[in-house]
């Protein structure tokens, strides 16, 4: 079985400040890892993702994401929060070893504060 | 490139009637992915597509609802004798089918049952 925690609904930044959103995960095997966001009215665009190597992730918009297997989290960090990352996110798994659709945290939407 | 399209971007429907669907992916990927998120219940999967093979349809919540994809590309949701509790955003996405791809998402349909 494969499963996601995104322990916060809500995460609140003022622009400028360094943002986090917390993930973990639990999976059988080794861990496929993803992060996802969502505007209002429109589907989820792709932001980074960790198969295998380095645990730092680079993705889009200068988000990354850390691999920390003991801790078994893939958190998403920005070092400098815009207002326009202001959206909804989503961490995702898939066990390496079992099928090949997505499991979903619940999402947290993120606002960043002018 | 074209991403995933999905049609009709809104559905309402009356309870009991059917509907249908539709999804085109991203030309070239042969896996395909029916999700639906709910208010308050997070996304969530519902059949999902590999070239030829048998689709995995473990996560589909009835016998009303059923999907094919024809040709290896287009593919149909359809959900016979709609309730309320069908009322969600139905979300499409599409990979390649090489190991830890990442999915790519359609803008979404969002079906109300009155």
């Known amino acids: 079985a494969q499963s996601v925690a995104q322990p916060e609904d809500q995460v609140n930044v003022a622009e400028g400040n360094p943002l986090t959103v917390k993930c973990t995960y639990s999976?059988?095997?080794?861990?496929?890892l993803f992060w996802y966001v969502q505007y209002p009215n429109r589907g989820l665009q792709f932001l980074l993702k960790?198969?295998?190597?380095?645990?730092l992730v680079k993705g889009s918009y200068g988000f990354e994401a850390e691999f920390n297997k003991s801790q078994t989290s893939f958190h998403l960090k920005k070092p400098s929060a815009l207002v326009s990352d202001s959206a909804l996110y989503f961490c995702?798994?898939?066990?390496?070893?079992?099928?090949?659709?997505?499991?979903f945290g619940s999402g947290t939407q993120l606002t960043v504060l002018p | 490139g074209a991403g995933v399209s999905q049609s009709p971007s809104n559905k309402v429907t009356e309870k009991g009637k059917d509907v249908e669907l539709r999804c085109d992916p991203i030309?070239?990927?042969?896996?395909l992915y029916w999700y639906r998120q709910s208010l308050g219940q997070g996304l969530e999967f519902l059949i999902y597509?590999?070239?030829?093979?048998?689709?995995?349809k473990s996560g589909l919540p009835s016998d009303r609802f059923s999907a094919e994809r024809t040709g290896g590309s287009v593919s149909t949701l359809t959900i016979q004798r709609t309730q309320q509790e069908d009322s969600a955003v139905y979300l499409c996405?599409?990979?390649?089918?090489?190991?830890?791809?990442?999915?790519?998402f359609g803008p979404g349909t969002r079906l109300t049952v009155t």
């Open positions: 030309s070239g990927h042969t896996a």
């Open positions: 996405a599409s990979s390649r089918a090489l190991v830890g791809d990442e999915q790519y």
């Open positions: 960790y198969i295998t190597g380095d645990n």
């Open positions: 995702a798994v898939r066990d390496s070893r079992s099928a090949r659709q997505l499991t």
């Open positions: 999976v059988s095997g080794n861990p496929y």
């Open positions: 597509f590999q070239g030829n093979s048998a689709p995995d």
